[in-house]
């Protein structure tokens, strides 16, 4: 199936500052999608991306899709306490098959 | 609407025993499926079905089996239970397989 690759696992930052994760993909994907998931929580869907080089802008949240379509990003912008969770990508692959990356465990310190 | 309904929440099982979790969405979403989730390995596939009376094995099917005899429910069943199986069950509702995932709270299973 489908696999994505997610980097980093793990990041802390202080309040403030700036975050991003990323997904590689090795095959063209047809879209991708970003999901947050709160600490003993489950996945909410934040965006899809489909077109290649696309952009979009949710408040703080800046997600990209590469322009080959194997990778894309979530960038987060000065970062809030709010942000914490768990930031997932998932992809859809062969066999109708929904994939999901390992995801990037977020922790702000105030 | 309830969106995505999972049962039970919590439940603690011996090595053998089996069980089924519930999975019923109000949504009239055609594409259900079925994730567990392990610490620092993401969520992973277990049994998906894109319509009533279809169903197809995902990422780790062994040791789960799934029916849709209707829209609504995507029961999730273990055969056998073993403290492998130990994890947090995620079950997922789109209108498609290209749509939003609507997720349930989650049903964490603990085999002893």
């Known amino acids: 199936g489908q696999q994505v690759m997610q980097i980093p696992q793990y990041q802390h930052v202080q309040e403030g500052e700036d975050f991003t994760t990323y997904c590689n993909s090795s095959t063209t994907l047809s879209n991708i999608q970003w999901y947050k998931q709160r600490p003993g929580g489950h996945p909410v869907f934040l965006i899809q991306?489909?077109?290649?080089?696309e952009v979009k802008k949710q408040k703080r949240l800046t997600f990209q899709f590469g322009e080959a379509k194997k990778n894309s990003s979530l960038h987060i912008t000065a970062t809030q306490t709010t942000d914490v969770g768990t930031y997932f990508c998932?992809?859809?692959?062969?066999?109708?098959?929904?994939?999901f990356g390992t995801g990037t465990k977020l922790q702000v310190i105030p | 609407n309830a969106g995505v309904t999972q049962t039970p929440k919590f439940q603690v099982l011996k090595t053998g025993q089996s069980m089924t979790l519930q999975c019923a969405q109000d949504m009239n979403h055609e594409y259900m499926s079925w994730y567990r989730q392990d610490p620092g390995m993401g969520l992973r596939l277990i049994h998906y079905s894109v319509g009533a009376g279809i169903t197809d094995q995902g990422e780790v099917p062994n040791g789960y089996n799934v029916s849709r005899s209707t829209t609504e429910d995507f029961p999730l069943r273990l055969l056998s239970a073993a403290p492998s199986q130990t994890s947090v069950y995620f079950c997922?509702?789109?209108?498609?397989?290209?749509?939003?995932?609507?997720f349930g709270e989650g049903s964490r299973l603990t085999v002893l």
């Open positions: 997922a509702s789109s209108l498609s397989t290209t749509g939003e995932l609507f």
């Open positions: 991306l489909v077109k290649s080089g």
């Open positions: 998932a992809v859809s692959g062969g066999y109708q098959k929904v994939t």
